[in-house]
């Protein structure tokens, strides 16, 4: 939706391993977000960007790095998986209501990346 | 740290029915008050959005109603129909970032 790619859509690795998920847009937006979503715990914020480069930590950003060396892809890094970041990860996108005023209108996520660390 | 409280956590409403659901918040840098819709296997979509400068925003069969002082917002679905069974998010926003409740699983019922 609106331009928005995630990949893989659906990983199994091992307690360990590094995982890269990738989040890919075509609409130029500045900001973009990455979040898990758990049971009872609705969506929470990992990491986020403002711009090429420009990146910082959400609520739960342990074990989890990002890098943004383009407008268009977000990379979100876990350097050693843990049973615990089994989670469903969505990339966002956000679009203003009105340039300049700040309000934030998130319109956009992706399709998900369904990801089990065993 | 739980900055937007959502309840209940599951709801189950007859066809025709209004489902309400409630979110709370506590801070009031908070500018922005959207709600979510959620497929199984789908991201969220938004549905619907307020600022706190209006008490009640309506689109189509969706209302959301916000009470500043209370720090309270919540969303009424008229007329429900079965498509309309799904997970629903409220969240709140002071500028850059989205802080979302922990989600209403909505069932209505045939």
């Known amino acids: 939706d609106a331009g928005i790619t995630q990949s893989p859509r659906h990983k199994v690795t091992e307690t360990g391993t590094p995982v890269t998920l990738r989040c890919h847009q075509t609409e130029n937006h500045r900001y973009m977000y990455w979040y898990r979503q758990d049971p009872g715990h609705g969506l929470r914020l990992i990491h986020y960007s403002y711009g090429v480069k420009d990146t910082d930590k959400g609520e739960v950003s342990d074990g989890y790095s990002v890098s943004r060396s383009k407008t268009e892809d977000f990379l979100l890094t876990l350097e050693s998986a843990t049973s615990s970041q089994t989670s469903v990860y969505f990339c966002?996108?956000?679009?203003?209501?009105?340039?300049?005023?700040?309000?934030?209108?998130?319109?956009?996520f992706g399709q998900g990346t369904r990801l089990t660390v065993v | 740290q739980q900055q937007v409280k959502q309840s209940p956590q599951s709801l189950i409403v007859q066809k025709g029915g209004i489902p309400i659901i409630n979110c709370a918040y506590e801070?009031?840098?908070?500018?922005?008050f959207p709600w979510y819709q959620q497929f199984p296997g789908k991201g969220p979509a938004l549905l619907i959005a307020i600022r706190p400068d209006v008490s009640e925003k309506k689109e189509g069969r969706f209302t959301i109603s916000f009470n500043k002082s209370a720090k309270q917002f919540s969303l009424h679905i008229m007329d429900s129909q079965p498509g309309d069974s799904a997970t629903y998010f409220c969240a709140a926003s002071p500028a850059r970032q989205l802080t979302f409740g922990s989600g209403t699983q909505l069932t209505v019922l045939p």
């Open positions: 801070n009031t840098a908070f500018d922005y």
């Open positions: 966002a996108i956000k679009s203003l209501d009105r340039p300049g005023q700040g309000a934030i209108r998130m319109a956009f």
